[in-house]
């Protein structure tokens, strides 16, 4: 595991609250909407890849799946995840992992990423991660991501991002993944700035 990166989000996580880092969502909306319009079985395997103190676990606990795992590298921010949750936190499944070294036990029928891709910047990483996604997903499985649009930062946490183009990132995915929708959502931070995030919506062939 690449140590220097995995302090660096521990450190984030350590020091600032969820509402001090630019990339807090009060309501998760636009990935509900999207997982929602997949009419999912409640029992779906679902994995959120580099969630942080996302509460889109909250949302899918309400909603009433029942397999749902959370992969993180900072181990402080699942634990403050947990806090959250409470009792509930023991319905979900928590994985503390850098995506580069995550070795999946099961396949999944939905992955969702949203702001954890865009970080990977080396070609083989990011080939890596797509193979990954290939191996990890089931036949028919869903992918969403969300990475910074074109228009998007060039750094998040004081770390360079890759920006992506509906065109980019489907070309990156179409020898194992069919782009369903594309959409360019403007992300309100909480130190009253605007993010350009690029949402897309695939299915493994």
């Known amino acids: ?3 220097s990166l995995e302090e660096h989000w521990q450190e984030v996580y350590h020091k600032k609250n969820e509402n001090e880092v630019s990339w807090f969502q009060k309501s998760p909306k636009l990935s509900l909407d999207l997982i929602c319009s997949l009419n999912l079985n409640l029992d779906s395997h679902i994995i959120d890849i580099g969630a942080g103190e ?8 309400n909603l009433g799946y029942t397999n749902i795992s959370v992969l993180d590298i900072s181990l402080k921010s699942i634990e403050k995840t947990k806090k959250r949750l409470g009792l509930k936190s023991k319905l979900v499944n928590w994985i503390v992992s850098d995506i580069n070294d995550f070795k999946p036990k099961h396949k999944y029928d939905l992955w969702h990423d949203r702001a954890a891709f865009h970080f990977l910047k080396d070609s083989l990483e990011i080939k890596n991660y797509i193979k990954l996604l290939k191996n990890s997903l089931n036949i028919d499985a869903n992918l969403i991501i969300a990475t910074f649009s074109e228009n998007g930062p060039l750094k998040c ?3 360079e991002v890759s920006r992506y183009s509906k065109n ?13 929708k594309s ?3 403007i992300h309100n931070t909480p ?3 605007t993010q350009e995030f690029l949402f897309t919506k695939f299915k493994k062939k």
């Not at 980019?168 to 369903?180: A, Q, T, V």
């Open 191 to 193: 130190f009253n700035t």
């Open 157 to 159: 946490s004081g770390l």
């Open 168 to 180: 980019s990132i489907s070309n990156l995915l179409k020898n194992d993944f069919k782009l369903i």
């Open 1 to 3: 595991m690449n140590k």
């Open 183 to 185: 959409e360019i959502s």
């Open 54 to 61: 996302s509460r889109l676990v909250d949302n899918l606990l």
